[in-house]
């Protein structure tokens, strides 16, 4: 018994160590397209509802990224801007529209973004830009976590973005900004380290 005990641990304890996030995999069984995805909402992906762009809207939501970023740091603000008028649209099409920044305890928390549900989203609009080459210095990577309940801290999710030439990693985080609103991106190991913008 107690080498199970001692095994669970030290099992605990590597998993602090690590920054792996949720595996997106699932969520994106069904096939998703730019013209026909579905949006998580509920904390936790607990709903999803039907949303999709078609050419027009497409082009109009993506139009910053459009056009030659001279410098890595000019991407990512226009990463941000387009990740937030893509979840603007969304909003309106969905009713996520009227969620706010964190995951507050709202009466109603159907319409609600957790961080899983943000996770979610915001790698879904990323592979959206990749897959149609409107990323020139970066690369959507993976998703990412910190704080686990066993050391104190409150677990977050977010994703990462890779610099394609230096191979410096930065996290696009959705969760801290209410809809619509451009997503915070900055280097990881800040956010790794704890960044909130309470925080900083």
Same mark, same amino acid.
């Given at each position: 018994?107690?080498? =199970?005990?001692?095994?669970? $641990?030290?099992?605990?304890?590597? #998993?602090?160590?690590?920054? *792996? /996030?949720?595996?997106? !995999?699932?969520?994106?069984?069904?096939?998703?397209?730019?013209?026909?995805?579905?949006?998580?909402?509920?904390?936790?992906?607990?709903?999803?509802?039907?949303?999709?762009?078609?050419?027009?809207?497409?082009?109009?939501?993506?139009?910053?990224?459009?056009?030659?970023?001279?410098?890595?740091? =000019?991407?990512?603000?226009? $990463?941000?801007?387009?990740?937030? #008028?893509?979840?603007?649209? *969304? /909003?309106?099409?969905? !009713?996520?529209?009227?969620?706010?920044?964190?995951?507050?305890?709202?009466?109603?928390?159907?319409?609600?973004?957790?961080?899983?549900?943000?996770?979610?989203?915001?790698?879904?609009?990323?592979?959206?830009?990749?897959?149609?080459?409107?990323?020139?210095?970066?690369?959507?990577?993976?998703?990412?976590?910190?704080?686990?309940?066993?050391?104190?801290?409150?677990?977050?999710?977010?994703?990462?973005?890779?610099?394609?030439?230096?191979?410096?990693?930065?996290?696009?985080?959705?969760?801290?900004?209410?809809?619509?609103?451009?997503?915070?991106?900055?280097?990881?190991?800040?956010?790794?380290?704890?960044?909130?913008?309470?925080?900083?």
């Amino acid at each position: 018994m107690k080498n =199970l005990i001692l095994i669970m $641990i030290c099992l605990i304890l590597s #998993a602090c160590g690590s920054s *792996a /996030g949720i595996n997106l !995999g699932p969520y994106y069984a069904y096939g998703p397209t730019r013209e026909s995805f579905r949006v998580c909402h509920g904390y936790s992906c607990n709903f999803t509802a039907e949303a999709g762009f078609n050419d027009k809207t497409w082009k109009r939501l993506t139009k910053a990224l459009r056009t030659k970023s001279k410098t890595p740091e =000019l991407e990512r603000k226009k $990463i941000a801007q387009v990740i937030g #008028a893509i979840e603007k649209e *969304a /909003g309106k099409q969905t !009713g996520t529209h009227s969620d706010h920044a964190e995951a507050a305890k709202i009466r109603d928390g159907y319409y609600q973004l957790d961080c899983i549900d943000e996770t979610i989203n915001t790698a879904l609009y990323l592979k959206f830009l990749q897959e149609e080459g409107l990323l020139k210095h970066h690369r959507y990577e993976r998703s990412v976590h910190r704080g686990y309940w066993i050391n104190g801290e409150w677990p977050h999710n977010a994703v990462v973005i890779t610099h394609n030439k230096t191979g410096d990693q930065f996290v696009v985080d959705s969760y801290y900004k209410a809809n619509g609103k451009p997503p915070y991106i900055m280097p990881f190991q800040d956010w790794i380290a704890g960044w909130t913008p309470h925080k900083p």
